[in-house]
Structure formats: structure tokens, C-alpha cells
């Protein structure tokens, strides 16, 4: 069981920084950039597809919630998966779901350096890329109240971008001007050769990307220990899941292949790109640059923020060293930010000297973590479900949709998702390298439970 820890976080996030935190960590780089590869592969089936997996995260969301309402906690997830599970299992989500956002922080920040090029093609991208890095850290370094100001801003660029979109695309719709105009109709979604062109093998692949870009919905969970309200605000933050997703996703798609046939799109850009351009927005390109690479620098801000809060979590059981886990005179982990700079940093090193498909490897390996992430988030509800059947916990208001049936439902799912992985040639390493990563984790568990233990003897 977890000791009592004197310190406690402050409670300085608000409802527009839950919320805000809740929509950025829904809307990734992916939609605004791995869309098109993903809609040049599906068609237009693409939001079907979008919306198929956006169930399956809104049940992990409710089931998360549910929990969160029995105990909000900061290690959310990782508490839950100990309480209900075993330790084994919160060392396991602890350590794998700080991997997935070191790695994905990694990646992001190597992003925000190419990024930076469209307007400084001279500037070596380490730079920029070490300056992001930095300066977030010290973001989180002084308030979690500034990382909610920081995130409120970046997810409102994302925000604006999509709406702008979709509200253009329903004017062009209906007035028809811009270059599109003439060609723009809601029958470009089905007309050029239905809803799943390509057959329905390349289609199934695409459930892979399409999970991938849900990465980091889940954080707002981390959230619950410095909210200012969590029992009225993350319910609300939980159920908006869906609506996003349906707005954000689905509705973006139907705009994109509404204002211009699928297969116009290029394989290998922006899809948001290629559209404000057809329709004649002034540097098209440029602003989309810039939403991406805030939304970048989002992903980066966020990931600090929650392996940071995660090895406190995993401090205070011993399964991370407990001096890493205190908080500073501020109120935040600071140490545990540091260790996070520190991997992170390793990141900006390795993209200088190691060939880019050595670290394609293990970001993709990354995101099995995260479908790990999910699938436990929704074993642990299963287990806290039973202890209510059986009299042993008293059943809350905030409940998930369907339970137990639709937890069996969602773990299928991932299953699927997980298989579909050999089928991919760029996503089949994280099969082989997952193993590994698991033995790791298995050696790092043992280790830890044999010092736990002789501790104990040694208090005896």
C-alpha cells in the first residue's frame, strides 16, 4: 500500500484549463498531417473509421472517469491499476506510460525543430528543438497553473484552425465561392468510388493511425489532484470526449472531402494544407505550419507534465526512487522534471547522430505502451465493478455506459488493433521490440519488490 505523502499538489488548474487540457489532448499533430496518408489509404471511409475509434476511447474515458470519481488521484491510472490489479500492475503502467510520452515528447520536440526550417531553412533543427525543450520544462518548473495558461493557448490554435475549417467548408457549401466553389458538394464523400475505394484490408490497417492519434486523451486523468473541482469538472472534461471527436475528427474529415475529392489529396502532406490553398487562403501553408508546430509543442508540454506526476506517483510505493517524487517549494515535482529533461534531452542528442529509422523503431514501440495504457485503464474498471457487485465499494453516480459488456467490447478492440500491427511493415517492429521492453519492466518489478522486502525485514 502506498505510504502517506506530507506534500500535496496545489489546486491551481480551473475548469478552462481541465476543458482545454481535455480537447488538446484529443487533437494530436496526427490529424493535421497524418490524416492525409490516412485518407489516400481508406477514402472517405476514413471517418467512419475516425468514429468507430472514437467509441472505443470514449468507453476507456468513461471508464477512467468512473474511477477517478472513486479516488481522484494525480497517479490516476497507475493508482488504479495497483489498487485493483496488483503492484505489478502499477509498476507496468507507471514505467510504460512514462516510455510513451518520453519517446512521443522526444519525437515531438525533433518535430518542432523541422518545423521551425519552413521559416529558417538555415537553422540546424537541434536548436529550435532544444529551446522548446527548455523552456517548457521551465514552464513546469514554476506553476502548474502556467503549464495550464500554456496548454489553454496551444490547444485554442488547434481548435480555431479546425473550426475555421469546417465553418468555411459549410460557406463554400452553400454559397459557393472560393476556387472550390464550383466543385465543392457533400457527394464528393461517396461519388469517387464509394466510401472504401482502396477494399477493406487497407481500410482495417488504418485503425492503427487512426488509435495512435488519440494518444494522450488519457492525461486528463493526471489532472485530478491539482483541480480545482474535480468532482463537478472531470465528468464534464469525460463526456465531451465524444462530441470532440465528432467535431474535431469527424467533422474535419467531412469538411476536407466535401470541399475536395479524397484522391486529390497528396499521400505524403497536409490535407489542411492542400485544402486552404485550393480555396485561396493567404499563406496556407505557413499558418498551417504554425498550428502544427504549436501542437507540437503541446504534446511536448503535456508529456512533461505527466511522467513528471507518474514518477511521483510511482515514488511514493517505492517503485521509483522517493527522493525523485518530492515537490518543490512551488508545488510541482520538480526533481522528477529534471529526470524527464534529462530523457528528453537524450532525445534531441540521438536525432543528432542516430539514422532516423533507428528512432522510428521505438517510437513506434511507444505505442503499444499506450494501448497498454488504455486496455489496463479499462481491467482495472472491471475489477473496481466487481468489488461493487460484491457489496465490498459503494457504486457512484458517474458510471460507464454498457459495463461490463462494453469493457469486453473495447479489449477486443485493442486486441485487434495490436494484431493489425504485423500486418503493417513500419508498425511490425514494435511486435518485436515489445518483448524486450516487457522483460525489462518484468527484471525492473522484481528488483523493486526485493528491496521493498528487505526493507521490511530490516524494520522488523
Same mark, same amino acid.
Given at each position: 500500500m502506498s505510504q502517506p505523502v506530507a506534500e500535496e499538489y496545489r489546486k491551481d488548474l480551473s475548469t478552462r484549463h481541465i476543458n482545454m487540457i481535455a480537447?488538446?489532448?484529443?487533437?494530436?499533430?496526427?490529424?493535421?498531417?497524418?490524416?492525409?496518408?490516412?485518407?489516400?489509404?481508406?477514402?472517405?471511409?476514413?471517418?467512419l473509421i475516425y468514429a468507430i475509434a472514437g467509441l472505443m476511447i470514449f468507453f476507456?474515458?468513461?471508464?477512467?472517469?468512473?474511477?477517478?470519481?472513486?479516488?481522484?488521484?494525480?497517479?490516476?491510472?497507475?493508482?488504479?491499476?495497483?489498487?485493483?490489479?496488483?503492484?505489478?500492475?502499477?509498476?507496468?503502467?507507471?514505467w510504460g506510460y512514462w516510455l510513451v510520452w518520453i519517446v512521443t515528447g522526444m519525437a515531438e520536440i525533433t518535430a518542432v525543430g523541422e518545423y521551425f526550417q519552413f521559416w529558417f531553412p538555415n537553422l540546424p533543427q537541434w536548436i529550435p528543438a532544444l529551446v522548446a525543450l527548455v523552456v517548457l520544462s521551465g514552464v513546469n518548473l514554476i506553476a502548474v497553473k502556467l503549464f495550464g495558461e500554456f496548454e489553454f493557448w496551444f490547444a485554442l490554435?488547434?481548435?480555431?484552425?479546425?473550426?475555421?475549417?469546417?465553418?468555411?467548408?459549410?460557406?463554400?457549401?452553400?454559397?459557393?465561392?472560393?476556387?472550390?466553389?464550383?466543385?465543392?458538394s457533400v457527394s464528393n464523400i461517396w461519388s469517387n468510388g464509394g466510401l472504401f475505394p482502396n477494399g477493406a484490408a487497407s481500410s482495417l490497417l488504418a485503425f492503427q493511425i487512426v488509435m495512435f492519434a488519440f494518444v494522450g486523451v488519457e492525461m486528463v486523468g493526471q489532472t485530478a489532484s491539482e483541480s480545482s473541482n474535480p468532482?463537478?469538472?472531470?465528468?464534464?472534461?469525460?463526456?465531451?470526449?465524444?462530441?470532440?471527436?465528432?467535431?474535431?475528427?469527424?467533422?474535419?474529415?467531412?469538411?476536407?472531402?466535401?470541399?475536395?475529392?479524397?484522391?486529390?489529396?497528396p499521400s505524403d502532406g497536409s490535407?489542411?494544407?492542400?485544402?486552404?490553398?485550393?480555396?485561396?487562403?493567404?499563406?496556407? @501553408?505557413?499558418?498551417?505550419?504554425? #498550428? %502544427?508546430?504549436? /501542437?507540437?509543442? &503541446?504534446?511536448?508540454?503535456?508529456?512533461?507534465?505527466?511522467?513528471?506526476r507518474m514518477i511521483r506517483t510511482l515514488s511514493e510505493d517505492s517503485q521509483a526512487p522517493r527522493s525523485v517524487g518530492r515537490l518543490s517549494s512551488r508545488a510541482v515535482p520538480a526533481r522528477a522534471i529534471g529526470v524527464t529533461f534529462a530523457a528528453m534531452l537524450i532525445g534531441v542528442v540521438l536525432n543528432y547522430f542516430v539514422p532516423e529509422q533507428a528512432f522510428t523503431y521505438i517510437t513506434s514501440a511507444s505505442t503499444v505502451g499506450a494501448i497498454f495504457t488504455w486496455g489496463m485503464i479499462v481491467i482495472a474498471h472491471l475489477a473496481y465493478r466487481r468489488k461493487i457487485a460484491r457489496g465490498e465499494l459503494q457504486a457512484g453516480p458517474?458510471?460507464?455506459?454498457?459495463?461490463?459488456?462494453?469493457?469486453?467490447?473495447?479489449? @477486443?478492440?485493442?486486441?485487434?488493433? #495490436? %494484431?493489425?500491427? /504485423?500486418?503493417? &511493415?513500419e508498425t511490425r517492429i514494435a511486435l518485436y521490440i515489445t518483448p524486450v521492453l516487457a522483460v525489462a519492466v518484468a527484471i525492473g518489478y522484481l528488483a523493486v519488490r526485493n528491496k521493498q522486502r528487505e526493507r521490511e525485514l530490516v524494520r522488523r
Open positions: 480537447i488538446g489532448g484529443a487533437i494530436g499533430v496526427g490529424l493535421f498531417l497524418g490524416s492525409g496518408k490516412a485518407l489516400h489509404q481508406v477514402g472517405p471511409g476514413l471517418i476507456v474515458m468513461r471508464a477512467l472517469g468512473e474511477l477517478l470519481m472513486y479516488r481522484p488521484v494525480s497517479g490516476s491510472f497507475a493508482e488504479y491499476a495497483g489498487e485493483f490489479v496488483g503492484p505489478w500492475a502499477k509498476f507496468a503502467v507507471g490554435i488547434k481548435v480555431l484552425a479546425i473550426i475555421g475549417l469546417i465553418v468555411l467548408a459549410a460557406l463554400i457549401l452553400v454559397f459557393g465561392f472560393s476556387d472550390v466553389g464550383d466543385t465543392a468532482q463537478k469538472v472531470l465528468p464534464r472534461a469525460v463526456n465531451s470526449v465524444m462530441w470532440r471527436i465528432l467535431i474535431f475528427y469527424v467533422g474535419a474529415l467531412i469538411a476536407l472531402t466535401a470541399l475536395v475529392p479524397w484522391n486529390q489529396f490535407p489542411f494544407v492542400h485544402a486552404f490553398t485550393l480555396i485561396g487562403i493567404p499563406a496556407a @501553408a505557413g499558418v498551417i505550419n504554425f #498550428v %502544427v508546430t504549436t /501542437a507540437a509543442l &503541446s504534446s511536448c508540454n503535456s508529456g512533461i507534465y505527466s511522467t513528471a458517474f458510471r460507464m455506459p454498457l459495463a461490463p459488456y462494453s469493457n469486453y467490447v473495447v479489449l @477486443a478492440f485493442l486486441a485487434f488493433v #495490436v %494484431v493489425l500491427l /504485423a500486418f503493417d &511493415s
